[in-house]
């Protein structure tokens, strides 16, 4: 019916619980194969997704899916150090990639996974579903076309009370929450002002539970400037609960609480509520993917984006450890 294929790489929480029931909403693509290591988990997916055998792959016949016309698109949803690995064997496999934030653990491999889509003439997007997203969109707008006058400040604080599993292995994950759910909140003032950070300072906060949390940070704060004389506070945290998203303007503000659900998030301004509509974010994400790679035009959430960020997040992390302020 004209819809691209897609193949999720790893079948763990975020597959299963957004991406491949948004597939079942999109209109520009499905779920034409699955990538596990965990056979006990394939007949399900077949069953739920009718994905025939030939479209189901392990992580040792992975490449093999350079011979599969039916898959047109890889999307990587694995832990965070496998993102470069995978990415870069897609694009060798001649299949346009999308790939789950953070893009990678270092600025070098987001390098090298740009290298090898450009070298393979595919698309790389990341999975920035908040850019589809109406209130987000919105504040958007809040910095471009400036309805409450130039931002003065922002604030950014993205958290949960627990996590689980190798987002607590330093190795896997690259970090902790900043990784994590702080990306959320890099990316928000990002979009919010469209620019760029000119300078970091950060520190951790204070571990609540070290046994746990052993090489990684249980929470931290940093403070963001960018042109003009903007200061974004932000926050980030997997002992707090917090999800907030607030520019403060000239002539009043703007505030999204949640800001970064997968749902329910809910926009205030100085001038009363956003009203804007409940969406699928992960559908809308993947379907415009698919389109800009029908209509041959960029992706608008590309791989320079996704580099971008991981520049940042590594520039936190280095104002963390030696307690001073870097430049961008």
Same mark, same amino acid.
């Given at each position: 019916?004209?819809?691209?294929?897609?193949?999720?790489?790893?079948?763990?929480?975020?597959?299963?619980?957004?991406?491949?029931?948004?597939?079942?909403?999109?209109?520009?693509?499905?779920?034409?194969?699955?990538?596990?290591?965990?056979?006990?988990?394939?007949?399900?997916?077949?069953?739920?997704?009718?994905?025939?055998?030939?479209?189901?792959?392990?992580?040792?016949?992975?490449?093999?899916?350079?011979?599969?016309?039916?898959?047109?698109?890889?999307?990587?949803?694995?832990?965070?150090?496998?993102?470069?690995?995978?990415?870069?064997?897609?694009?060798? @496999?001649?299949?346009?990639?999308?790939?789950? /934030?953070? =893009?990678?653990?270092?600025?070098? &491999? %987001?390098? !090298?996974?740009?290298?090898?889509?450009?070298?393979?003439?595919?698309?790389?997007?990341?999975?920035?579903?908040?850019?589809?997203?109406?209130?987000?969109?919105?504040?958007?707008?809040?910095?471009?076309?400036?309805?409450?006058?130039?931002?003065?400040?922002?604030?950014?604080?993205?958290?949960?009370?627990?996590?689980?599993?190798?987002?607590?292995?330093?190795?896997?994950?690259?970090?902790?929450?900043?990784?994590?759910?702080?990306?959320?909140?890099?990316?928000?003032?990002?979009?919010?002002?469209?620019?760029?950070?000119?300078?970091?300072?950060?520190?951790?906060?204070?571990?609540?539970?070290?046994?746990?949390?052993?090489?990684?940070?249980?929470?931290?704060?940093?403070?963001?400037?960018?042109?003009?004389?903007?200061? @974004?506070?932000?926050?980030?945290?997997?002992? /707090?609960? =917090?999800?907030?998203?607030?520019? &403060? %303007?000239? !002539?009043?503000?703007?505030?999204?609480?949640?800001?970064?659900?997968?749902?329910?998030?809910?926009?205030?301004?100085?001038?009363?509520?956003?009203?804007?509509?409940?969406?699928?974010?992960?559908?809308?994400?993947?379907?415009?993917?698919?389109?800009?790679?029908?209509?041959?035009?960029?992706?608008?959430?590309?791989?320079?984006?996704?580099?971008?960020?991981?520049?940042?997040?590594?520039?936190?992390?280095?104002?963390?450890?030696?307690?001073?302020?870097?430049?961008?």
């Amino acid at each position: 019916m004209g819809k691209l294929g897609i193949a999720l790489v790893g079948l763990g929480r975020y597959s299963a619980g957004q991406l491949a029931p948004a597939l079942k909403e999109t209109e520009h693509c499905y779920l034409a194969g699955i990538v596990t290591g965990t056979p006990s988990k394939v007949d399900k997916w077949k069953k739920d997704y009718d994905i025939p055998d030939q479209n189901v792959y392990n992580y040792q016949n992975f490449d093999e899916i350079k011979n599969n016309p039916e898959i047109d698109i890889i999307y990587v949803v694995l832990p965070n150090a496998l993102h470069a690995e995978y990415v870069v064997r897609a694009a060798a @496999a001649g299949k346009h990639v999308i790939c789950e /934030k953070p =893009m990678a653990v270092t600025v070098e &491999d %987001c390098d !090298k996974m740009i290298k090898a889509c450009n070298e393979a003439g595919k698309m790389l997007s990341i999975g920035y579903r908040l850019h589809f997203e109406p209130h987000n969109k919105e504040m958007m707008r809040t910095g471009k076309e400036k309805p409450f006058g130039n931002i003065i400040k922002l604030k950014a604080g993205n958290g949960m009370s627990d996590t689980e599993g190798w987002r607590l292995d330093k190795k896997l994950a690259g970090g902790g929450p900043l990784m994590d759910v702080g990306i959320y909140c890099v990316q928000g003032c990002r979009y919010t002002t469209g620019m760029e950070p000119v300078s970091i300072t950060a520190k951790e906060t204070p571990k609540t539970r070290p046994e746990q949390f052993v090489s990684l940070e249980e929470g931290l704060t940093w403070q963001m400037k960018f042109p003009n004389g903007i200061i @974004a506070e932000c926050n980030t945290s997997y002992s /707090k609960n =917090m999800n907030l998203l607030r520019a &403060d %303007c000239e !002539k009043g503000w703007a505030e999204l609480s949640p800001a970064y659900a997968y749902g329910g998030i809910k926009g205030n301004t100085s001038e009363g509520k956003m009203d804007f509509p409940q969406v699928n974010q992960q559908a809308r994400q993947m379907d415009d993917f698919a389109v800009a790679i029908k209509e041959k035009r960029p992706t608008r959430v590309p791989g320079e984006m996704g580099r971008q960020d991981v520049k940042i997040l590594q520039a936190i992390y280095q104002a963390m450890e030696t307690q001073r302020e870097v430049f961008l």
